[in-house]
């Protein structure tokens, strides 16, 4: 695929892909228009030779893998899950002349670029129907219902130099001044919409806010691509596009994880048992089960940080990556990141192979390193693993930016693996 239609292919998965649910419902309908079989959990699995298939936990999490004779897979881990305002389950406040929403902050979001932003709202909700079955679906407002305005400067001289942003109080997106407003309505609205129109009772529900502008190319020559949730659909949108390319004799594993934002452990999180479930599954004997584990490997994809051009001091100057320069090879040598020799090397052989460029990441050694979800996965299978990543500006920003050619390089060097 050209570089043209898999960035195109890119923004449009960014676009309908607002929550994990969505990412993970729009991965499995491509997979199974590639050929993949969609396996349950909770029946019999019975797996042929040559064959391809995914399974979902949770409708947030997804494995997808071919079947091949060998088993020396090339594993592909990412993440589905971004930072972002969640709604509260009392999710409505009325107060000061406006209807605003009650929100509780996924992650380690960055606060500030939320204000002043048009946002919509999606996820997942549960109602029961006219059969007393508790059902669950996803909505995806899309409209700007709301919005987090910011507080003027003239009521806070300090803005620019000293202000911080309360979690409690200062983030709640308003939506209406009409005080009749009504959350259950809405969400009947939207359910109907759906043509989901028997709703006994509304459940549960797990509602993100996200912003409306879509994703794009920014840029003169259209260098960078801006989008909310490039941490880490980036990486799930590579792994995809790479594992739907190539054969069915080719060994070759997705697993886009939930969660990984709030620490990965969770039932459907990479820290969770869904990844060993799966393999055992599939190797439900247990000395073909460890010979496919110690020869396989776990390319964990998660972004990475490019050196910021105002903010240089904050990178190691001889480890920052640049945007547009290939993929980041992360390196941590208290095991923050899970790379090894062995998986670096291979990472780097099969990149010149290809021709494809790769940088190396080290954080400042008097800062602190983020994690991902490498070393746990390493951890809980024995699995060789290593972290590589995306340079991006701005990471957990709710508008993020990347390279327009760093992905699809990437790409091209996951389809160059099994030729090396
Ligand atoms: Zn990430």
């Not at 459907?268 to 799966?278: D, K, P």
């Not at 990141?337 to 190396?360: D, L, W």
């Not at 979800?373 to 990347?402: F, N, Q, V, W």
Request: a neutral charge; glycine letters at 6%.
């Amino acid at each position: 695929m050209n570089k043209k239609k898999f960035n195109k292919g890119l923004l449009d998965f960014l676009d309908a892909s607002p929550t994990p649910f969505h990412a993970t419902q729009n991965m499995a309908s491509v997979l199974e228009n590639t050929g993949f079989v969609r396996l349950l959990e909770e029946n019999k699995w019975k797996l042929k030779e040559g064959g391809k298939y995914y399974v979902t936990r949770n409708d947030s999490s997804l494995i997808a893998f071919t079947y091949p004779k060998s088993s020396d897979y090339m594993m592909l881990g990412c993440h589905t899950d971004s930072p972002n305002l969640k709604l509260k389950p009392h999710p409505i406040i009325k107060e000061h002349g406006v209807v605003k929403f009650a929100v509780q902050p996924y992650g380690g979001l960055l606060l500030n670029p939320w204000f002043d932003r048009d946002l919509s709202l999606a996820g997942k909700v549960s109602y029961l129907n006219a059969k007393n079955e508790i059902k669950e679906t996803l909505i995806d407002v899309r409209k700007s219902i709301a919005i987090i305005p910011s507080l003027a400067i003239h009521l806070d001289k300090q803005a620019n130099t000293e202000r911080s942003v309360n979690k409690q109080t200062h983030i709640s997106p308003i939506l209406s001044t009409n005080d009749d407003f009504n959350f259950e309505d809405f969400i009947r609205t939207q359910l109907a919409q759906n043509k989901i129109k028997d709703v006994k009772e509304l459940y549960a529900s797990e509602l993100s806010l996200y912003d409306t502008q879509k994703a794009s190319y920014v840029g003169l020559n259209d260098d960078f691509i801006a989008s909310a949730r490039l941490d880490n659909l980036l990486s799930c949108y590579v792994g995809l596009v790479a594992l739907c390319a190539v054969e069915a004799d080719v060994p070759m594993l997705l697993i886009a994880s939930d969660h990984e934002e709030v620490g990965s452990r969770s039932s459907v999180g990479a820290g969770g048992s869904f990844l060993e479930n799966t393999l055992t599954r599939m190797y439900p004997d247990y000395d073909a089960y460890m010979q496919m584990i110690r020869t396989s490997i776990m390319i964990s994809a998660d972004n990475a940080h490019a050196i910021h051009p105002n903010y240089a001091d904050k990178h190691d100057k001889d480890h920052s990556p640049y945007i547009n320069k290939g993929t980041v090879i992360k390196v941590n040598a208290n095991q923050k990141y899970a790379s090894s020799t062995t998986g670096i090397s291979k990472f780097m052989h099969v990149a010149k192979s290809v021709g494809e460029p790769y940088q190396h990441f080290v954080t400042r050694s008097d800062m602190g390193c983020g994690s991902t979800i490498g070393p746990i996965t390493a951890t809980r299978l024995g699995l060789e693993t290593l972290d590589i990543g995306l340079p991006t500006y701005a990471m957990h920003s709710i508008r993020e930016l990347a390279g327009a050619d760093d992905a699809h390089s990437l790409y091209k060097i996951l389809l160059g693996w099994r030729d090396k």
